[in-house]
């Protein structure tokens, strides 16, 4: 469901997915730079069939954009928002968001945690593009491994800076962050093929976000992105952990769970936990 939604004194359309039935948690799933929220459309349906609700902000991700991030922390810290058809506004919050908009879900994380939210879950990034204050923000979201923050990746290429938020992710005290996903090929000693930079939007990608990227949503890639987010929200929504999806200590694969073996540490194509 589409609305508007005043932030800050200012009027942005917004989209809302709602569970058929009731709502574990809410969580903010932000598109990228020079995208929309209908580019996550599939992923976000995924998710609230999870039992999840989500919300995304259509606006300017440049660099995260810092202020309404921070804006909207202090709108849902005071439980202002009203989401559509009548529904209560779930207490359990997620953040989340790809690209820049992965950037922007640190910064809302932050300002989550620095307001003393308790019911702050965590964070799910899809290929996030770091920019200043990535890593304290997502520090604060840690808050030294008490809150998951996980990430699906996909390989290094200039869209996504060479994966540039991996530094911050793999310096966390979280013993598992997430996954790479695969790459098909090796040219010129560079990893290229497999996963693309905008497999989290799939069928709801364009003809921009595709020159953008440099390449084409993989199916098989958005399908597996799509499943791990939504296991790993429901996780984060219920307070559960679903062990199939994660690794004890991601520098040991034989500590990782079954759905996490299947994709990583093969010859090529190849995956691995993000470490």
């Not at 349906?45 to 909207?72: F, H, Q, R």
């Not at 030294?144 to 310096?171: D, K, M, Y």
């Not at 598992?176 to 695969?182: A, H």
Request: glycine share 12%.
């Amino acid at each position: 469901m589409n609305s508007q939604l005043v932030i800050a004194g200012q009027s942005h359309s917004v989209d809302w997915y709602l569970p058929n039935a009731g709502s574990s948690a809410l969580m903010v799933l932000n598109h990228g730079f020079s995208r929309g929220c209908g580019n996550l459309r599939g992923t976000s349906k995924a998710i609230a069939e999870k039992g999840v609700m989500v919300l995304c902000v259509n606006g300017d991700m440049t660099a995260g954009n810092p202020a309404l991030a921070s804006a909207l922390g202090d709108l849902m810290t005071r439980r202002s928002l009203t989401p559509p058809a009548g529904r209560p506004l779930p207490r359990r919050y997620i953040v989340g968001g790809h690209s820049a908009g992965g950037h922007f879900a640190s910064e809302l994380g932050r300002r989550l945690d620095a307001n003393g939210y308790r019911d702050f879950a965590g964070a799910i990034l899809f290929d996030p593009v770091a920019a200043g204050g990535f890593t304290a923000n997502v520090e604060a979201i840690s808050d030294g491994a008490a809150r998951p923050v996980l990430a699906v990746t996909a390989r290094p290429s200039i869209t996504n800076l060479f994966n540039n938020s991996r530094e911050a992710l793999v310096g966390l005290d979280n013993p598992y962050v997430g996954i790479q996903l695969v790459w098909s090929r090796y040219t010129l000693g560079m990893p290229t093929g497999g996963s693309c930079h905008i497999d989290v939007e799939g069928e709801n990608s364009d003809a921009i976000g595709v020159i953008g990227a440099g390449c084409s949503a993989n199916a098989t890639q958005t399908a597996r992105l799509r499943e791990f987010g939504a296991a790993w929200a429901k996780d984060l929504a219920t307070g559960t952990r679903t062990g199939a999806y994660y690794c004890t200590d991601a520098n040991v694969v034989s500590s990782c769970g079954s759905k996490v073996r299947s994709l990583v540490d093969l010859s090529l194509p190849l995956a691995a936990p993000i470490r």
